[in-house]
């Protein structure tokens, strides 16, 4: 039942996100540019990414370290441009690997001092954003070079996508996809019981860092829309609404894809209304809204569905004490 | 606020002439640094205590939110017709009232039950800042909220955005047209009504004053107006917002040390004996907020958590006591202030030329980079605090990385000691004792190297605990006397009878 109903609502979301596009047409006058067909496509698909990366950042309660990896990004960005100069490529590279540099920073220093794991992260987070802005400030000092559009990582800017970004992020969500699919068991295993797949010989280490590159990659994929500060809310966002609706983790990756997407995809609709609503912050608010709704109405967890037990229970509670006491 | 300022002056003029004040304070970096070390100290002492109770990154979703409630504070303001300004109290109590928000909220979506600590403050600061910057692009236009102050500040400025106060000879200047220094301008009075020119003969005039009105000393003295200078001070305002927020910050702490302390390390305790830690933790976020929006200016609202985080992260590894890490994290804190100004200038601690660096990778890698180095002075702050860290991770005589390599190095060596010792301790005199304590093949028995075993027989045969005799290894009297010594440690470690098993 739960199974079926889960399923009934990832095509009732992929439906509306469909419809969305003509329905504003229809009744804000959204006009369908080439720009909000681009931007809409790749809020989405990026949506799907982080949604379907995040449920296990969620689930293993590392929600933050996905706001410490976009932030250490940053001075990978400046050394990619003072590289090789303003290629995307370059920088998307040097994103990641600064990014996993402070995931490793983060690991040594949970490691081998007794620095708790919100502390290691707030370290690894505010010098590495120091270090890229210090970089920032070199480059834009530099006479030749204008640090033109790197400023754009840390808060996003949804408009500078083009056709080709969105192929680079089909082919990478595809990819990832891959493989989730392909070590699908070991993931489960690893995030539920990391002990356990330890001791059954599965190579610990090897899926955990595998599982950390997958989140450093959608990071990374997703600064240019999203921006360094809002990244985290793409991560955990649509899963932590998932999780609200099942117990599955097969159908919280399916049902947090379809809800990044939808809230990707409608977030960039929303904000084209307007030329003064920037699309990534939006996307966030649309994101969490979808939260709310989901904590308030899940049913079975939902808040909502809580109260209704808890009054039913006590009308239940009520009649047999008349029963007993009659 | 001017009050304060002015009898702080007045101290300060009892030791310095009011001439050197002034070029203290005009010296871009003896008021970046002072500023930089007065955040330093306010987030310290809050950051020892969030950092203790596993709240760090709340002061990271705190100084996001801020900004949400300052946008709020200056919509409201510019709705209300009062001139938006980044000192002024109702910013502040914006401010305030955003962290608080982003607290509440949290806790809400927390207790809840259906999200976890963690992922409920990921859920609120992005949520709150997205707001903050949807009203900004929105509704907010020409406003300096613009991107870099929102993330590195402007700390090297704090010294150009002051309060001047007057000492001596502070007339302020009434100039009415009598007066000798007026100037009499004549102004035509119907030329724009006539749309006609001054030289034509219709034109009607009249005497006006041209620079009549009321200067203040620092105005009449720059127009030449007066004889004598007045004495005025000039003093940053950054300065000002940052010794308030120390003095609360310090007061708080002094005041509620016991609390904080007690709140702390055992909150269950405090709430039992009547104390209310909510109350506290509240009034600490309070407090972290204000320090958030007070170094706003200043530092921008990301790199302003550094101030909370890594200083006091780099005490907690160096002391074990709470007294010794609201010491220790506020002179880390300051130094990474002082330090990081010459950073921003190309000096790390003084010492170390980033040019040279800068040189050295453009010869390694064949780059062409321009070798002066000027860069962000916040953002070169938070790296030399970062630099501490990380020397105080490395070196803490507790805790360092060196310390603990050579602790774990003795340890095993002196594990490997006790192997042997009760190896041949168990065998000696027993039938198998040619078998298993013959010294050319001792190794095998331990699957070590034969040089392996060669160190440690070497280390033992000098502690005086094993010697030789027929080719194989036995224990002297010395060393059976240690084996006795660590096998009563052992039972009484771990309270278990002391029962021989040689005696049925």
């Known amino acids: ?326 | 606020m001017m009050g304060l300022e002015r009898a702080l002056i007045e101290l300060l003029l009892r030791f310095v002439t009011h001439d050197a004040l002034n070029a203290f304070l005009r010296s871009p970096q003896h008021t970046a640094s002072l500023v930089g070390c007065l955040i330093a100290i306010c987030g310290a002492l809050l950051g020892t205590f969030l950092l203790l109770r596993g709240l760090s990154l709340t002061s990271d979703a705190i100084s996001h939110t801020v900004l949400l409630g300052i946008v709020l504070a200056f919509m409201l303001m510019t709705g209300a017709g009062l001139e938006g300004d980044t000192s002024s109290p109702w910013l502040i109590v914006g401010a305030a009232a955003a962290g608080v928000g982003t607290v509440v909220l949290t806790e809400t979506l927390h207790r809840s039950g259906l999200v976890r600590q963690d992922a409920a403050l990921g859920l609120a600061f992005p949520l709150l800042f997205a707001i903050a910057v949807i009203l900004v692009s929105r509704f907010v236009d020409d406003v300096h909220l613009d991107d870099d102050a929102v993330l590195v500040g402007e700390i090297g400025l704090a010294w150009a955005n002051t309060n001047s106060h007057c000492f001596e000879h502070c007339e302020s200047l009434r100039i009415t047209p009598e007066h000798p220094a007026a100037q009499q301008m004549r102004q035509c009075v119907n030329c724009r009504e006539l749309t006609i020119s001054p030289r034509d003969e219709r034109a009607e005039f009249r005497e006006v004053c041209g620079n009549c009105g009321v200067y203040t000393p620092a105005q009449a003295w720059s127009a030449g107006l007066l004889d004598e200078a007045p004495t005025l001070v000039f003093f940053p305002k950054s300065i000002t917002v940052m010794l308030v927020l120390t003095a609360l910050t310090v007061g708080f702490v002094a005041v509620f040390y016991k609390e904080l302390k007690l709140t702390t390390f055992d909150a269950a305790l405090a709430k039992s004996l009547g104390f209310r830690p909510a109350a506290l933790t509240y009034a600490l976020m309070i407090l972290v907020s204000l320090v958030a929006v007070g170094a706003f200016d200043a530092v921008g609202s990301i790199l302003v958590i550094a101030f909370f985080i890594i200083p006091p992260a780099a005490a907690y590894l160096l002391t074990d006591r709470l007294s010794g890490m609201l010491l220790l994290s506020p002179v880390i804190g300051g130094a990474g202030a002082f330090f990081g100004y010459d950073l921003a200038r190309g000096w790390l601690f003084g010492m170390l030329p980033v040019a040279e660096g800068i040189a050295a990778l453009n010869a390694i890698f064949g780059l062409q980079l321009r070798e002066a180095w000027d860069s962000s002075i916040s953002a070169s702050v938070v790296l030399t605090m970062f630099v501490l860290f990380v020397l105080v991770w490395i070196l803490s005589p507790r805790y360092g990385l060196v310390v603990s390599a050579v602790r774990r190095a003795n340890s095993r060596r002196r594990f490997d000691d006790q192997v042997v010792l009760a190896h041949i301790h168990n065998h000696q005199g027993t039938p198998s004792h040619a078998i298993e304590l013959r010294a050319a093949t001792l190794h095998q028995h331990f699957r070590w190297t034969p040089q392996k075993m060669n160190r440690v027989l070497m280390r033992l045969r000098a502690l005086g605990f094993v010697s030789q005799e027929a080719g194989s290894a036995i224990l002297t009297q010395r060393g059976d006397a240690h084996v006795h010594a660590f096998r009563k440690q052992l039972l009484v470690a771990h309270n278990i009878p002391d029962i021989d098993p040689t005696q049925p």
């Not at chain 1, 949804?158 to 993931?187: M, P, Q, R, Y």
């Not at chain 1, 966030?284 to 809204?289: E, K, L, Q, R, T």
Request: aromatic letters at 6%; proline letters at 2%.
């Open chain 1, 1 to 326: 039942m739960a199974e079926r109903r889960v399923w009934a609502m990832i095509a009732a979301l992929l439906a509306l996100g469909v419809l969305l596009v003509p329905l504003s047409q229809a009744l804000f006058g959204l006009r369908l540019t080439y720009t909000v067909r681009v931007v809409a496509l790749g809020g989405s698909l990026l949506g799907a990414l982080s949604g379907a990366v995040g449920c296990f950042a969620v689930l293993r309660r590392e929600s933050l370290l996905g706001d410490a990896l976009s932030h250490a990004a940053l001075p990978g960005v400046a050394v990619g441009f003072l590289l090789a100069g303003r290629q995307l490529g370059a920088l998307l590279v040097g994103a990641g690997i600064a990014s996993w540099l402070g995931l490793r920073l983060v690991a040594a220093i949970l490691r081998t001092t007794r620095i708790k794991q919100d502390a290691a992260l707030g370290i690894v987070l505010a010098s590495f954003f120091a270090a890229g802005i210090a970089l920032l400030t070199y480059i834009q000092s530099l006479p030749e070079a204008s640090q033109a559009g790197l400023d754009s990582f840390i808060f996003g800017q949804a408009a500078a996508i083009i056709a080709s970004d969105i192929a680079l992020l089909g082919a990478v969500g595809l990819a990832v996809t891959l493989v989730l699919a392909l070590l699908w068991k070991e993931f489960k295993l690893i995030t539920f019981d990391a002990e356990f797949a330890s001791a059954g010989g599965l190579r610990g280490g090897l899926i955990d860092a595998l599982l950390s590159t997958l989140i450093v990659v959608t990071i990374v994929l997703g600064l240019q829309l999203a921006g360094v500060i809002l990244m985290v809310g793409m991560l955990i966002a649509p899963a932590i609404a998932a999780r609200q609706w099942t117990h599955s983790l097969e159908q919280m990756v399916v049902l947090a894809a379809a809800l990044g997407a939808f809230a990707g995809g409608s977030g960039a609709v929303i904000s084209a209304l307007d030329s003064d609503i920037p699309t990534g912050p939006m996307i966030i608010v649309v994101a969490f809204a979808l939260v709310a709704l989901s904590i308030t109405l899940a049913p079975g967890r939902g808040v909502l569905w809580r109260q209704l037990r808890q009054r039913e229970n006590r009308r239940h509670f009520r009649s047999r004490r008349l029963e007993t006491g009659a």
